[in-house]
């Protein structure tokens, strides 16, 4: 193996693979954490046997890769470029923040007020005639990029359910429903997390039902919509099961798992697709008629810009 060095100076084969731990930020949630070698690490893109390959746009996460005047993480991954500006003994006049103070001058109580034209936190002394003031000092708490546009609740992970509060921490607190980890004792080793729904609501589901075959049939029937969905929670709105109805290859259409879904093109009938939202919530799902004589089509993903489909497999 051909041995270089990639723009870290770590070493890496001639496709810039690296040979190292790239240190996840846990053994359940595999984002890089900040001080992974995979960091700036790849490259954006590269010819293999005359075929050019390039960086896709988007992270697993949907984060724009690679971030400006950088090189894209190694992985599924995109870490955001956090840039820090530090400004010490910066002289400033009243225009500049439209800084007023009231009364003034000043003996005992004052209001200070001002136009803050960044994005930061801000410290403020006040200093008397001598030129003496009381040490400012204060604790800022950073918020896990993870929460960055997470305004509700989410699946962590495929078996708990969190929140992010107003520092952009992760937490249980504030969570609808009793459980936050759906493999609690109480729920068995088939619930799993789904959601949000249009509500902004996560929901531990039990998938123990989702068979193509009812379970308590001698006869090897078939499982009905209503035993595949089980009950509907009208003011949830939302279905008990982790499971959907939809076609099959057979001349039965079948109950499944949702951990069979990645995404809303996973579903193959109309059913499956509007159901989604009280269902599995896999996104914001819509079906569109591709062959209105057979009834067939395609459920996408309305929030995807551009092209929503490259090819289309249609079951007849």
Same mark, same amino acid.
């Not at 984060?63 to 005047?69: A, C, D, K, L, S």
């Given at each position: 193996?051909?041995?270089?060095?990639?723009?870290?100076?770590?070493?890496?084969?001639?496709? @810039?693979?690296?040979?190292?731990?790239?240190?996840?930020?846990?053994?359940?949630?595999? *984002?890089?954490?900040?001080?992974?070698?995979?960091?700036?690490?790849?490259?954006?893109?590269?010819?293999?046997?005359?075929?050019?390959?390039?960086?896709?746009? =988007?992270?697993?996460? =949907?984060?724009?890769?690679?971030?400006?005047?950088?090189?894209?993480?190694?992985?599924?991954?995109?870490?955001?470029?956090?840039? #820090?500006?530090?400004?010490?003994? %910066?002289?400033?006049?009243?225009?500049? @923040?439209?800084?007023? &103070?009231?009364?003034?001058?000043?003996?005992?109580?004052? #209001?200070?007020?001002?136009?803050? @034209?960044?994005?930061?936190?801000?410290?403020?002394?006040?200093?008397?005639? !001598?030129?003496?003031?009381?040490? &400012?000092?204060?604790?800022?708490? #950073?918020?896990?990029?993870?929460?960055?546009?997470?305004? !509700?609740?989410?699946?962590?992970?495929? %078996?708990?359910?969190?929140?992010?509060?107003?520092?952009?921490?992760? #937490?249980?607190?504030?969570?609808?429903?009793?459980? !936050?980890?759906?493999? *609690?004792?109480?729920?068995?080793? %088939?619930?799993?997390?789904?959601?949000? =729904?249009? =509500?902004?609501?996560?929901?531990?589901?039990?998938?123990?039902?989702?068979?193509?075959?009812?379970?308590?049939?001698?006869?090897?029937?078939?499982?009905?919509?209503?035993?595949?969905?089980?009950?509907?929670?009208?003011?949830?709105?939302?279905?008990?099961?982790?499971?959907?109805?939809?076609?099959?290859?057979?001349?039965?259409?079948?109950?499944?798992?949702?951990?069979?879904?990645?995404?809303?093109?996973?579903?193959?009938?109309?059913?499956?697709?509007?159901?989604?939202?009280? !269902?599995?919530?896999?996104?914001?799902?819509?079906?569109? &008629?591709?062959?209105?004589?057979?009834?067939?089509?395609?459920?996408?993903? %309305?929030?995807?810009?551009?092209?929503?489909?490259?090819?289309?497999?249609?079951?007849?």
């Amino acid at each position: 193996m051909n041995v270089t060095t990639n723009a870290n100076g770590d070493s890496c084969d001639q496709s @810039y693979n690296l040979m190292m731990d790239p240190i996840f930020v846990s053994g359940v949630d595999f *984002h890089l954490s900040e001080n992974s070698p995979c960091i700036n690490a790849g490259i954006d893109s590269i010819e293999i046997n005359g075929t050019w390959y390039y960086c896709p746009l =988007n992270d697993i996460d =949907n984060q724009p890769r690679p971030y400006e005047n950088t090189l894209p993480d190694i992985g599924a991954d995109e870490t955001p470029c956090l840039q #820090t500006n530090i400004i010490e003994n %910066k002289k400033i006049s009243e225009s500049d @923040y439209d800084l007023q &103070v009231y009364p003034n001058p000043v003996k005992t109580n004052a #209001t200070i007020s001002f136009l803050n @034209y960044e994005n930061g936190f801000v410290l403020i002394s006040v200093y008397d005639i !001598a030129g003496n003031s009381t040490p &400012v000092t204060d604790t800022i708490i #950073t918020g896990n990029r993870i929460c960055e546009g997470k305004f !509700a609740e989410f699946c962590y992970t495929k %078996k708990s359910r969190r929140l992010c509060n107003e520092f952009n921490q992760i #937490t249980t607190t504030g969570l609808t429903g009793q459980y !936050a980890e759906c493999d *609690h004792p109480d729920l068995g080793d %088939k619930s799993f997390c789904t959601g949000p =729904n249009q =509500n902004g609501l996560t929901f531990c589901k039990d998938e123990s039902t989702c068979s193509p075959l009812t379970l308590d049939s001698p006869f090897g029937l078939f499982t009905t919509i209503s035993q595949c969905y089980g009950v509907f929670d009208t003011s949830l709105q939302s279905f008990e099961n982790f499971c959907y109805y939809d076609y099959s290859y057979s001349s039965f259409d079948k109950c499944y798992s949702c951990n069979n879904l990645k995404s809303c093109y996973d579903y193959n009938s109309e059913f499956a697709c509007e159901r989604d939202k009280e !269902a599995c919530m896999v996104g914001d799902c819509e079906w569109i &008629v591709l062959n209105p004589e057979l009834g067939k089509g395609i459920c996408y993903q %309305k929030e995807q810009n551009g092209t929503f489909y490259e090819s289309v497999i249609l079951k007849i």
